[in-house]
């Protein structure tokens, strides 16, 4: 099968890997197969239409999300990973495939995952959908879904993602949606999907809220319960699935959005301070927000320059 996309890979450290895999999908631990310091593998960003996808050219090494990882750096997406070119094996849950050119494999980033790249080098394509529209329009699935190319929904998912693909410049509304729709069909005549319990969807509301509004200095739980006309308590006690509070989720994504606004800083693609930059991911104490950051990346914003 022909890959979709041209490979982009260089040798890099693996804290430099491990630093732009966070930025664009969340905190990874990398493992190098061999004790070389150095990865063959890149990773670059693509829009296509409303999602944002990424991809990552990796070869023999080993990256896992595990629960700390989680808890550290809890993100909120579905990542559907489309084998582009190569092999690699996915484990998540129970569900363990070895994923060849076409394959695609359904991973929930609020759950451990492992991917291993021990035949060569690897590109995968990976689309993130945001976690509450995915609950929203799939329902509750099972992590670790494998996307069988034995299914007829297989080639008409893959035709629509070649087309997002090969006109990425023209007005993809209507490609996006049926990607979407063609995946929530899949999956629903494929697996048992339960539509999501009232809880979940309360949950579902409440991130929506936060992603939404956290950038605002002055939004807090308070506001999210008193949208949602519930209770702090009540909203505390339904964030206790993911082992943190919506204060620990706003201040987080905070933080994320900061950490990145630091790295375009770093890069020259940004020209603001670091207070500018603090004051606009919604800090206005900055003594709050230097030590929430060294706690979080375990070094003060200012070594971000370093």
Request: glycine share 4%; with cysteine; proline share 4%.
């Amino acid at each position: 099968m022909k890959p979709l996309l041209q490979s982009h890979h260089n040798h890099l450290p693996v804290e430099v890997f491990a630093s732009e895999l966070r930025q664009v999908c969340g905190l990874f631990n990398i493992e190098p197969q061999s004790s070389s310091s150095v990865i063959n593998g890149g990773i670059t960003t693509r829009h296509f239409g409303a999602f944002e996808a990424a991809i990552v050219d990796v070869d023999s090494v080993h990256i896992e999300r595990d629960k700390a990882s989680i808890r550290q750096d809890p993100g909120e997406y579905f990542f559907l990973l489309i084998q582009d070119s190569g092999y690699s094996q996915v484990q998540q849950g129970n569900n363990t495939v070895e994923l060849r050119p076409g394959d695609m494999f359904l991973v929930d980033s609020v759950k451990p995952s492992m991917f291993r790249y021990d035949y060569g080098q690897s590109r995968q394509i990976s689309f993130h959908i945001p976690r509450e529209e995915a609950i929203h329009r799939f329902g509750n699935v099972d992590c670790g879904v494998n996307i069988s190319r034995d299914d007829p929904l297989w080639l008409a998912i893959y035709s629509v993602l070649k087309k997002m693909v090969d006109y990425e410049c023209m007005d993809q509304q209507h490609l996006g949606e049926a990607f979407i729709s063609l995946i929530s069909a899949y999956l629903h005549t494929n697996h048992r999907v339960a539509h999501a319990e009232p809880s979940e969807q309360l949950l579902s509301k409440a991130l929506a809220l936060i992603n939404r509004y956290y950038l605002n200095s002055n939004f807090s739980p308070r506001e999210i319960a008193s949208h949602l006309n519930i209770s702090e308590r009540t909203l505390q006690r339904h964030f206790q699935v993911l082992g943190e509070t919506p204060k620990h989720r706003i201040i987080s994504s905070r933080l994320e959005y900061a950490y990145k606004q630091l790295c375009l800083r770093k890069d020259g693609l940004l020209n603001e301070s670091i207070t500018d930059i603090a004051l606009r991911s919604g800090f206005n104490d900055l003594s709050y927000f230097y030590r929430e950051f060294r706690k979080k990346y375990n070094m003060p914003p200012s070594l971000m320059e370093q």
